[in-house]
């Protein structure tokens, strides 16, 4: 059983960061970031495979967020820059061993945290 613990999330304004962050009992092969709106289906937003460093970001976050792990301590993390209100959703942090992973699908991720809210504003 793997347990991820979200945080980081909060309210900004229109251009500003965040960085979230997610602590993991253990690592698993791959590891991402999911995000949810009212009303709206969770969509992936990044993942990283742990032991080659690749990464794959949705088409709405590339260029402005960043996913990074610190292998020693098992977090993994979520820089958002130029945060846009369209961001705003809830987060959560996901792991998982499947190899296809990277097609950042929610149903290939087994464990997954109790999200952390991220509200930007105009």
């Known amino acids: 059983q793997v347990q991820l613990v979200e945080s980081g999330g909060g309210s900004v304004q229109a251009g500003g960061s965040l960085r979230l962050s997610c602590a993991a009992s253990?690592?698993?092969?791959?590891m991402g970031w999911f995000r949810q709106a009212p009303g709206k289906e969770r969509e992936g937003v990044a993942a990283i495979s742990i032991g080659t460093g690749r990464t794959r970001y949705a088409d709405s976050v590339k260029g402005r967020f960043t996913i990074s792990r610190e292998n020693g301590e098992d977090t993994l993390y979520l820089q958002m820059d130029s945060l846009k209100p369209d961001d705003s959703a809830m987060y959560y942090c996901?792991?998982?061993?499947?190899?296809?992973?990277?097609?950042?699908?929610?149903?290939?991720?087994?464990?997954w945290g109790q999200g952390t809210q991220v509200t930007v504003s105009s």
């Open positions: 253990t690592f698993t092969s791959y």
């Open positions: 996901a792991a998982t061993a499947d190899p296809l992973a990277l097609q950042l699908t929610p149903n290939r991720f087994r464990y």
